[in-house]
């Protein structure tokens, strides 16, 4: 097949959507297809890159104020459509649902070709992170839910990642989406531990204790991922363990990080609190999770959280927020804790409990393992190839069909009113 990728952010610029993005067009390419990715440029001027049979086309690109190291489109029309008449693909998959979802829809219709739609964020969730203004959370996010469903019913295909999203988009568009997992790649994320040379050079170069137990966070240090609830529980655990070493080492960048640094020092743990940033290698992240001892998460707004695989499928026990599609991958006492949104004391109550009795870890750790063999990318690989060809099926039979509808249509609109009219 020759498969079109459209999405905003592509590595090194970081988000689920680049990573899942940039890891699916690449085990495309590398299964034989012919690959072309459409993303905003990460220097902000126009280039490509060739990688075997994978294309990947930067267009130009402007700084996103509200997300570091993040750029965005600005109306590329002409670009994205003379990139897909050029590379004329058979199905077009889109990772993003504004600009390029919106101009690709509009070649896609032109050339009749397949056009399949993963949503990586509901509007909900995107609301969610705008500014409390009265009314305004609501006005944005009746909007977008009014584009959505619009958008959805152009589809040929619509992908979730999770059932708990999958039925969120039923209730409020109407169209019944198909649930394909993130993936997680289980050849990279691995339970086994590091060799101790490694580890002791990597607390070495972060800054942790040989003793250190690590409590892990993985994400973007923006407003609705609240890693601040984190912070708070991390200094309540440290506070009720006195005999443990607890560290805290969140991974990652954005706009909070400086009031994340003020709180650790506020509440006394900023000599226990590591800031690493982005980290775009793979295996030195897996390296990361698999020191661990367990993962923290607060975010409310996950629609599967590839963080969440990651930490599992290293074996890691995981504390998190009963929210959206994180019940999925989390299940309460069984493979980690599942409490209530922003609700820190629970949390380090929760925490606490792990890294005290070894044997609850150890328990959870196995259950975190068995939780990510669900979720092999290889069969998110395999799932998206089946929805290409369905979308591509059912395009062509539409294609098929209009002729017969529009004669009937032009049959319509030709016989005279009067013959449809009762005597």
């Known amino acids: 097949m020759r498969i079109a990728i459209l999405g905003q952010s592509y590595p090194p610029m970081i988000s689920g959507a680049a990573l899942f993005t940039s890891h699916l067009a690449e085990s495309l390419a590398e299964r034989g297809h012919d690959v072309l990715v459409l993303a905003a440029s990460d220097n902000g001027k126009p280039y490509c890159q060739q990688h075997g049979n994978l294309t990947i086309l930067r267009l130009q690109s402007y700084p996103n104020p509200q997300r570091v190291n993040q750029r965005f489109l600005l109306w590329p029309a002409n670009e994205i459509k003379a990139a897909l008449q050029d590379f004329s693909p058979d199905v077009i998959h889109l990772n993003e649902p504004l600009q390029l979802a919106y101009f690709a829809r509009l070649y896609a219709q032109e050339a009749e070709i397949a056009c399949v739609l993963t949503i990586h964020a509901l509007p909900t969730l995107v609301s969610a992170e705008s500014k409390e203004m009265p009314g305004f959370q609501q006005i944005i996010e009746k909007g977008l839910w009014g584009y959505a469903t619009w958008l959805t019913q152009q589809m040929d ?29 289980l050849h990279i994320f691995r339970p086994d531990a590091l060799p101790h040379e490694h580890e002791a050079a990597l607390r070495d170069e972060l800054g942790l204790p040989g003793d250190a137990q690590i409590i892990l966070h993985v994400g973007r240090l923006d407003a609705g991922k609240h890693v601040q609830v984190i912070i708070q529980a991390t200094a309540l655990a440290i506070q009720s363990l006195p005999t443990k070493n607890i560290h805290l080492v969140i991974v990652g960048d954005g706009c ?154 032009h049959f319509v609109h030709t016989v005279p009113a009067s013959l449809w009219e009762d005597d």
Do not use: W
């Open 256 to 409: 909070d990080k400086p009031d994340l640094i003020r709180q650790a020092q506020e509440l006394g743990i900023s000599e226990k609190c590591h800031f690493p940033g982005f980290i775009c290698e793979p295996e030195r992240l897996s390296a990361i999770y698999r020191m661990a001892d367990l993962f923290g998460m607060a975010s409310e707004i996950e629609t599967q959280g590839l963080v969440l695989l990651e930490a599992a499928a290293c074996g890691l026990p995981v504390v998190a927020v009963r929210a959206t599609a994180v019940p999925e991958i989390v299940s309460d006492g069984i493979n980690g804790f599942l409490v209530e949104p922003g609700d820190f004391e629970h949390m380090a109550k929760c925490m606490s409990a792990i890294l005290q009795d070894v044997e609850l870890a150890k328990s959870m750790s196995l259950q975190s393992q068995q939780v990510s063999l669900m979720h092999d990318f290889r069969h998110t690989v395999e799932a998206y190839e089946a929805s290409y060809q369905a979308a591509i099926q059912k395009r062509a039979l539409h294609v098929r069909a209009s002729p017969i509808f529009d004669r009937i249509l």
């Open 157 to 185: 295909a619509e992908i979730t990642p999770t059932a708990t999203i999958a039925k969120v988009v039923e209730e409020r568009t109407g169209i019944q989406a198909t649930v394909i997992s993130g993936g997680v790649d």
